[in-house]
Structures are given as structure tokens and as C-alpha cells.
């Protein structure tokens, strides 16, 4: 019998993913999968669902999930560490829930240290609801709601989220990776466990943004909506480390 290379996380369930082809929250559900089941946790994680395409990640993630209101993913997951401390909580939010809806929530929990992991994917664009302009859409990039292009004049500059939280004092690990290539999905993964382990070790706050795609609202092909957002989302939000345990304080 050959040798097996590739096998499906322990930490997914047995149930296809509902995503379109080529949308990148299948690779990253398969690296927050692959952490929890190195670390050992699947068995005491519970997971927080937001709202948007990911809104039923309750189903493919093999641990407990709670499913949470629109950008209240920090707070719902805020209280059940609080009450289940040896619990490891993450949230797994886009970009609409995180950093439109759910900007207080996400500030007050870092700013607050919850002792909580957020998953954060980045892409540029409100997925579920048909592709309307985000937060995070790009300076000229067309939505169904920015139909000539996203105008500062109006709209204002794309948030940057893992910069601002990086000012916050309770944040302890936050770290912008990207999913466009294999090299890049290792790096991902390197954040995550990190992030992970900052919560086991019970250092407060952890944060991974991914950018990510979104091929159909984007109106490009899987290969193509790689290459754009390695073009176009990176140089706006770079890639790198904004904040570490080790460095606590740099910012306070
Ligand atoms: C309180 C509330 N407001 C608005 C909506 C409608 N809504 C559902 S998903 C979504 C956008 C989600 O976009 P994003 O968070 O970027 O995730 P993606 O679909 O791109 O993964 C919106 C506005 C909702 N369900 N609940
Ligand atoms: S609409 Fe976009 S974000 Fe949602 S599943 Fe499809 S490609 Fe992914």
C-alpha cells in the first residue's frame, strides 16, 4: 500500500464544503483544522460561527461550534471562555462581521486581552449578500455597491485591522498572512498555531487577518482572483507580524 501524503484533518467533519470554486476559506478552514488537531484540542475547542459564507462552518469543523450574530463573534466567544476557561474559543469571521458590523465587538475584546483566538479572512468584499463594497474593499475596486470603483471621496480609506489593533495594549499576537500560494498557506499556518498556542498558554488577545478571495463577487477565475489579490490586496495590506507576546508592551 503506497504511502499516504495528504489525509483529511481530524478536525473536519466528513461534510463537502458549500464554497464556490476556488474560494480560499476552504484552505483556511483546513489550517485552523490541522492546528487544533496538532495541538491536541479538538476534543475541549469551540468554535464561533459568524455571518456570511462562513456561516455554516458549524458543520465542517469536527469540535464545538456556536453559531453567532453578525460582528458579535468576539463578545459570544468573550463569554464562554470566561465561563469555560479550560476551553480553547476561537471566532472565525470575515471581513463584513469583523471590521464593519463587529468593530466595536473586536476592538472591546482585544482591548479587554479576552483570552480568545479570531480568525480573520480578508477578502476585499461582502461575499454571502452578492458582493457588496466592505470596509476592506480596495481604492477603485467595482462592488455591486461602488459600481464605478470604491471612491475615497465618499467611502473613505480601506481599514486596515490588524494595524489598528496592533495599537491596542490588550492585543498580544496579531499577524497578517495571505492563502495565494503554497509557500504563503505554510507561513498561514505558522500563524495559526501561533496564535493558538498564545491561548493554551493563556497570553491574552491572538488574531490572524488571511487575505483571502472571493473569485465570484470578484468576477474572476479561481487562478485569476489569486493572482489579483497577490497584486492588489498585499501592497495595501502588507503581510507580516504587528504584535507578539514577547515584544508586549512595544506599543502601550
Ligand atoms: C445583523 C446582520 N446584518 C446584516 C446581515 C446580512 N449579511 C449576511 S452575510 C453579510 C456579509 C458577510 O460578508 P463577510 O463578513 O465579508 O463574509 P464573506 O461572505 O465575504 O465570507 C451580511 C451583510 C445579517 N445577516 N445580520
Ligand atoms: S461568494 Fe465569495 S466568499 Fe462566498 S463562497 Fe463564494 S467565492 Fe467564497
Same mark, same amino acid.
Given at each position: 500500500?503506497?504511502?499516504?501524503?495528504?489525509?483529511?484533518?481530524?478536525?473536519?467533519?466528513?461534510? @463537502?464544503?458549500?464554497?464556490?470554486?476556488?474560494?480560499?476559506?476552504?484552505?483556511?478552514?483546513?489550517?485552523?483544522?490541522?492546528?487544533?488537531? @496538532?495541538?491536541?484540542? %479538538?476534543?475541549?475547542?469551540?468554535?464561533?460561527?459568524?455571518?456570511?459564507?462562513?456561516?455554516?462552518?458549524?458543520?465542517?469543523?469536527?469540535?464545538?461550534?456556536?453559531?453567532?450574530?453578525?460582528?458579535?463573534?468576539?463578545?459570544?466567544?468573550?463569554?464562554?471562555?470566561?465561563?469555560?476557561?479550560?476551553?480553547?474559543?476561537?471566532?472565525?469571521?470575515?471581513? &463584513?462581521?469583523?471590521?464593519?458590523?463587529?468593530?466595536?465587538?473586536?476592538?472591546?475584546?482585544?482591548?479587554?486581552?479576552?483570552?480568545?483566538?479570531?480568525?480573520?479572512?480578508?477578502?476585499?468584499?461582502?461575499?454571502?449578500?452578492?458582493?457588496?463594497?466592505?470596509?476592506?474593499?480596495?481604492? &477603485?475596486?467595482?462592488?455591486?455597491?461602488?459600481?464605478?470603483?470604491?471612491?475615497?471621496?465618499?467611502?473613505?480609506?480601506?481599514?486596515?485591522?490588524?494595524?489598528?489593533?496592533?495599537? %491596542?495594549?490588550?492585543?498580544?499576537?496579531?499577524?497578517?498572512?495571505?492563502?495565494?500560494?503554497?509557500?504563503?498557506?505554510?507561513?498561514?499556518?505558522?500563524?495559526?498555531?501561533?496564535?493558538?498556542?498564545?491561548?493554551?498558554?493563556?497570553?491574552?488577545?491572538?488574531?490572524? @487577518?488571511?487575505?483571502?478571495?472571493?473569485?465570484?463577487?470578484?468576477?474572476?477565475?479561481?487562478?485569476?482572483?489569486?493572482?489579483?489579490?497577490?497584486?492588489?490586496?498585499?501592497?495595501?495590506?502588507?503581510?507580516?507580524?504587528?504584535?507578539?507576546?514577547?515584544?508586549? &508592551?512595544?506599543?502601550?
Amino acid at each position: 500500500m503506497g504511502k499516504v501524503v495528504f489525509k483529511r484533518s481530524e478536525g473536519l467533519s466528513k461534510k @463537502e464544503f458549500s464554497y464556490c470554486p476556488g474560494c480560499t476559506h476552504g484552505i483556511i478552514h483546513r489550517l485552523v483544522a490541522e492546528v487544533i488537531e @496538532e495541538l491536541g484540542i %479538538i476534543d475541549k475547542t469551540i468554535g464561533i460561527s459568524p455571518v456570511g459564507c462562513s456561516v455554516m462552518n458549524y458543520e465542517f469543523f469536527n469540535c464545538d461550534m456556536q453559531q453567532a450574530a453578525h460582528g458579535r463573534a468576539p463578545a459570544v466567544a468573550t463569554g464562554i471562555k470566561r465561563v469555560r476557561p479550560d476551553n480553547i474559543v476561537f471566532s472565525y469571521q470575515g471581513d &463584513g462581521d469583523l471590521a464593519s458590523i463587529g468593530t466595536a465587538e473586536i476592538i472591546h475584546a482585544a482591548h479587554r486581552s479576552e483570552n480568545i483566538t479570531v480568525i480573520f479572512v480578508n477578502n476585499a468584499i461582502y461575499g454571502m449578500t452578492g458582493g457588496q463594497m466592505a470596509p476592506t474593499t480596495l481604492i &477603485g475596486q467595482k462592488t455591486t455597491t461602488s459600481p464605478y470603483g470604491r471612491e475615497e471621496k465618499h467611502a473613505g480609506k480601506p481599514i486596515k485591522m490588524s494595524e489598528l489593533l496592533a495599537t %491596542i495594549p490588550g492585543a498580544s499576537f496579531i499577524e497578517r498572512v495571505s492563502v495565494h500560494d503554497p509557500a504563503h498557506v505554510r507561513k498561514a499556518k505558522k500563524a495559526i498555531k501561533k496564535a493558538f498556542e498564545v491561548q493554551v498558554e493563556g497570553k491574552g488577545f491572538s488574531l490572524v @487577518e488571511l487575505i483571502s478571495t472571493c473569485p465570484v463577487n470578484w468576477g474572476k477565475t479561481p487562478q485569476d482572483a489569486l493572482n489579483w489579490a497577490k497584486e492588489n490586496m498585499i501592497p495595501y495590506y502588507p503581510l507580516g507580524n504587528f504584535r507578539t507576546p514577547e515584544e508586549d &508592551g512595544k506599543n502601550d
